[in-house]
């Protein structure tokens, strides 16, 4: 029997990216992917929210942005069928990446590649038991089937997970009956697009850009004059078990339209045609013993844009503390915030996921006027910047254990401009290789001195910066602070405090 201390069911975007991180942690771990190849079929066609951040902490952004097909797009967003349009703000707070699935995912594989890891493609996760020492996993790959043992097993094996089933972890939730047709199209010479990105459609008229809702659906029409394709999308009111196996068509597409429009949209081609339905589901649990769960296997939200997002985080959450259990030095409890910390996102997304089915589903005068009023609301700053972050995941924090912890303690490490001895630097780089850090902004040599029993667990910097929040961060390795003195806090509480800290999230030294 083959060993490996951990198993990653599933090449997806979250398994790549938890292979990464924990390639980056200095574990190696197994990852088993049942397709041939890597997926060719569009999904996503881009990245938002709290990951972009992340991205550019790891120093990966530059590489992601230079691989999208086309400009990033100005930052207007859907949210249940009401336009948030963040145009208005000098520094939105959500950003998207322009950049399909399958790109995505071939520039995660590339960065396992190079970290080492090994995806093994074609090699089926066919069952899974599990005990107190660790887990076996029975696998059928191109030569037949074989079984490997290891410490833990991660189900990133998407939103059908058999891992999920397997470790007896329910997925309640709901499915709406509705189904949703989303293309990149491109239109015959007959269809002009006009300056404002409305189409005119001969023997019809003009079709507006943005929602349009009929009696008998809601249509989506996203263009700019010049640009080669058009997105459309359309959602009806379906029985929902349509065959997933049979592609979507464009007379399929053309049918939709006809039936919520009422026109028929001369198309030449398509770079893009699929058919989804939405689900709100979450996980009971993200962990049972040995096995755990990320990405779609762990969440399903009843809304686009959202998902990569929360799953790649999920990983980038999980892989630090697995890593600390598998070296031996994970403090008590460590690996069980994995579920504390990103149910607790995963439900924050699901929250406003749900509020948006609401706010789109309505047919009636008394929801028109809800979605007007919430379309008023959200033209003024504070909503409009709060609705973003809130999307983006980055209104989240992680509760920290103590009494009264730094408004800091729990949240994304802000990128503070830094002055060292050897330039200027940004919290940013200093996230780079994935480590704890200890950031000193106040030469503090009583906190430097305080962590140093933790040796080389701990990356200790001594920086200064403009208007300091505090004298001192500890963060984690997924970015996120872990503690914070006040500033000027006398040693007698921070080096207490700062023990702690590091005690609860690095172990014993
Ligand atoms: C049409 C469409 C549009 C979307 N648009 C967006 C969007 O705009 N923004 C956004 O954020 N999200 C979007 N999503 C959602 C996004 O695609 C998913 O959230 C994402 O793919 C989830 O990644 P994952 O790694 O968790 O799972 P998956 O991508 O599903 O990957 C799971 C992997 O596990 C493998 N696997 C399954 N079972 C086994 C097994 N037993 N053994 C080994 N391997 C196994 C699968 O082959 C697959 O490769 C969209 C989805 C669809 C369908």
């Known amino acids: ?189 007959e269809v002009t697009v006009l300056g404002n990105g409305d189409l005119d459609v001969p023997g019809f008229g003009v079709i507006r850009a943005g929602f349009t809702r009929t009696d008998h659906g809601l249509f989506g029409l996203g263009s700019s004059p010049g640009a080669p394709s058009v997105s459309l999308y359309t959602i009806e009111d379906e029985t929902t078990d349509y065959d997933d196996d049979v592609p979507m068509t464009l007379t399929e597409l053309q049918d939709s339209m006809r039936r919520v429009l009422g026109v028929h949209l001369p198309l030449a081609g398509s770079t893009r045609l699929s058919r989804f339905t939405f689900k709100a589901r979450q996980a009971e649990r993200y962990r049972a013993g040995r096995i755990l769960l990320a990405g779609d296997a762990a969440h399903l939200f009843p809304a686009t844009g959202v998902a990569l997002n929360a799953g790649l985080l999920d990983a980038v959450n999980l892989a630090w503390k697995l890593a600390a259990d598998l070296h031996g030095r994970a403090p008590d409890g460590l690996l069980d915030t994995y579920h504390a910390e990103r149910h607790l996102a995963g439900a924050r997304t699901m929250l406003h996921t749900r509020a948006q089915v609401a706010l789109r589903r309505g047919h009636d005068a008394a929801a028109e006027a809800l979605r007007e009023m919430v379309q008023e609301l959200l033209t003024d700053e504070q909503p409009l910047r709060r609705m973003g972050s809130m999307i983006a995941g980055a209104d989240i924090r992680y509760p920290m254990p103590g009494p009264n912890p730094h408004p800091l303690a729990g949240t994304f490490a802000p990128d503070l401009p830094l002055h060292t001895g050897q330039g200027t630097t940004r919290v940013a780089e200093l996230l780079h290789p994935a480590r704890p850090v200890l950031l000193d902004l106040a030469d503090r040599a009583d906190l430097r001195e305080a962590a140093r029993a933790w040796g080389q667990r701990v990356d200790v910097h001594t920086a200064r910066t403009d208007r300091r929040p505090s004298d001192a961060l500890l963060i984690r390795p997924d970015a996120h602070v872990a503690w914070a003195a006040s500033v000027d806090e006398p040693a007698d509480t921070a080096v207490p405090a700062l023990h702690e800290a590091l005690s609860t999230w690095l172990g014993t030294p």
């Open 1 to 189: 029997m083959k060993n490996a201390d951990v198993i990653i069911a599933g090449a997806g975007p979250a398994g790549l990216m938890l292979a990464i991180e924990l390639s980056l942690a200095g574990v190696r771990p197994l990852v088993l992917e049942r397709h041939p190849n890597r997926r060719d079929t569009p999904k996503a066609g881009g990245l938002g929210g709290q990951i972009l951040e992340l991205l550019r902490y790891r120093g990966l952004l530059e590489r992601f942005q230079a691989a999208c097909p086309g400009p990033a797009p100005a930052p207007r967003f859907p949210f249940g069928g009401v336009h948030l349009d963040f145009t208005r703000l000098a520094d939105p707070p959500l950003h998207a990446l322009p950049l399909p699935q399958q790109h995505l995912e071939r520039l995660l594989d590339e960065r396992a590649g190079e970290l080492g890891v090994d995806v093994h493609r074609g090699h089926e996760v066919t069952g899974v038991n599990q005990d107190d020492a660790g887990v076996r996993v029975d696998v059928r790959g191109p030569d037949g089937p074989y079984r490997v043992s290891a410490r833990y097993l991660v189900g990133c094996d998407g939103a059908r997970s058999r891992v999920r089933d397997w470790a007896g972890i329910g997925f309640p939730g709901t499915v709406y009956p509705e189904v949703n047709r989303l293309a990149q199209v491109t239109l015959t010479d």
